[in-house]
């Protein structure tokens, strides 16, 4: 008869149904492992003291042993690093007569017995776990993803300065052979082709010595003679031009050229222009040298018409400042008549304008000798005052 079996069961394989996978959310983990009693309740205080200890233990190992360590000097330190320490600290520890741990072994061993104790490090892995899902993992995709495009970036600038690079290359050396240079010493190739002038040169004197331009020359004779007039024989026309057909023009020698320059140079430096302020300092040196001297003074050219300056000191410094009279009576000057200038009002009136008037220098251009008077001589009635300003 047929008998059915179930796979991965009976004598084979009698702990079959423990290897089975559960399926748990890994945000609640934790919460399965304390209901299930595979985790105490506080497991939090005891892993914050585990880590308090682990810490004080780790500052106290050499920078040359954790830099040993998978992961780094910046790994977490967590259980499975605290694993990694004892094993590696007791693979060349000293044991006591019972195979105990001696020294800085001893102390990473009873760390690591404390989060097996327990099953202490079963929660500290579970929270570890979370986190990487939910940031970690997401960070480094998104880092991922950015470093790839970034080394397709990279790869396509390559090519394109590869290409750009090729591009120059050529360029390089079309330009070098437009020179007639190898492009291997720029600099000595470049000043290795100035002792190909004088060759140019003569083959240029040759050109210029030719028929062909001694027509063209006598064709632009003709007609600057025909269209302005020149003389064809004046010799200001294309004057350089027949100075080196005649042979007459020599090149200046690289030597002489040189030497001229750096003479005229010293020359130019030290020759600085002097300036003429056409002061005679001399003026005065007859006069009192002592303290109370005055300073020369500075001609204006003022023309004072003789009036009294009051001192005749050196620098005048009392003398009254001269003023001019504008007071002009013209009232006064219409009623005076011929015989009236002697009285004392039109006297000081009149003598006063008029020394004043001399004084300032100053010619107003007004006629009074009609004001005021009629062709008898008798008195006229006073009229209208007339000004020329003419």
Known sequence: PLIAKKVGEGVDRPNADNELPIDINYKKLIEWLVNRQKLPGDWHKRVQAIQVKANESYKELPATFTSKLQGGVDAPLDYFRAVEIRDSLASSAERTLFGGLTGPAAVWDK??????????????????LIQNVDYEIPYLRKQAAKFDQQMVDCQRKRAEYTRNAAQCAANYK??????????LSVRKELLALCGELPQHM???????????????????????????SIPKDSPDTLSTLQEIRAGKTQPPTTTSSTTATAASAPAAATSAPEINWDLDLDVGAAADTSAAAAPTGIDWNLDLGGADL?????????????????DIDLPALADAGPEAGGTAEAGVGAGADADAAAASGINWDIDMTDVGAGADGSEAPAAALEIDWD
């Open 202 to 228: 003569e083959q240029l004197l040759v050109v210029l010595g030719s028929e062909k331009l001694g027509e063209a020359v006598s064709y632009y004779k003709e007609f600057s003679h025909y269209a302005h």
């Open 111 to 128: 760390i690591v017995k404390a989060y097996e104790n327990k099953s202490v490090f079963l929660g500290e892995a579970a929270q570890t």
């Open 310 to 326: 009051g001192a005749t000191g050196s620098g005048g410094a009392d003398a009254a400042p001269v003023e001019i009279a504008w």
């Open 174 to 183: 079309q330009e070098c052979k437009r020179l007639g240079i190898e492009g």
